[in-house]
């Protein structure tokens, strides 16, 4: 948890930075995919090796994770403003709040499910996270605006 507080209070607003415009933030599922991926396998590997191995295995699976949990929240922000219509920003919010509802019931069956089932559960929890961003990439490629909704198109860094 400390290193979770610790990376977030220092890198959230950074990472936030990489999704300014809609199109650049459709980019970050990339990354957002390899993230999860990434602490499947560390979670998973964690447990073949000694203790000292598990350790560290579990620490980069933490930071994994955690850098996940924040580009996975620019993310789903901007894409739930940019993928609402005009007439319908209200509706698509509500459906992103139930979207967050969704995940907090049904993570902690996930990851219960992904810690009774040893390593092959972590490699699927983060495989199956990991796919699901990346339909999720080619999905929206179409469907975004061409400006960002949710940061003006000039920053202060720009003057």
Not at 87 to 93: D, N, P
Not at 113 to 121: E, K, R
């Amino acid at each position: 948890m400390v290193l979770n507080n610790v990376m977030v209070v220092a890198l959230q607003v950074p990472l936030a930075r990489f999704g300014t415009t809609s199109e650049a933030t459709r980019r970050l599922l990339v990354p957002l995919s390899a993230a999860f991926a990434l602490g499947g396998i560390t979670m998973a590997l964690s447990a073949t090796g000694g203790t000292l191995t598990a350790i560290l295995l579990l620490t980069a699976a933490a930071a994994a994770f955690t850098v996940a949990e924040m580009l996975h929240a620019t993310i789903s922000w901007e894409l739930s403003v940019a993928l609402a219509p005009d007439t319908a920003q209200g509706a698509y919010l509500g459906v992103h709040g139930l979207a967050q509802s969704a995940q907090r019931s049904i993570g902690p069956l996930a990851v219960t499910t992904a810690i009774a089932t040893g390593p092959f559960g972590w490699t699927a929890f983060g495989t199956a996270i990991a796919l699901t961003c990346a339909i999720q990439h080619r999905l929206v490629r179409d469907r975004l605006p061409r400006t960002a909704l949710s940061v003006v198109p000039v920053t202060v860094s720009e003057h």
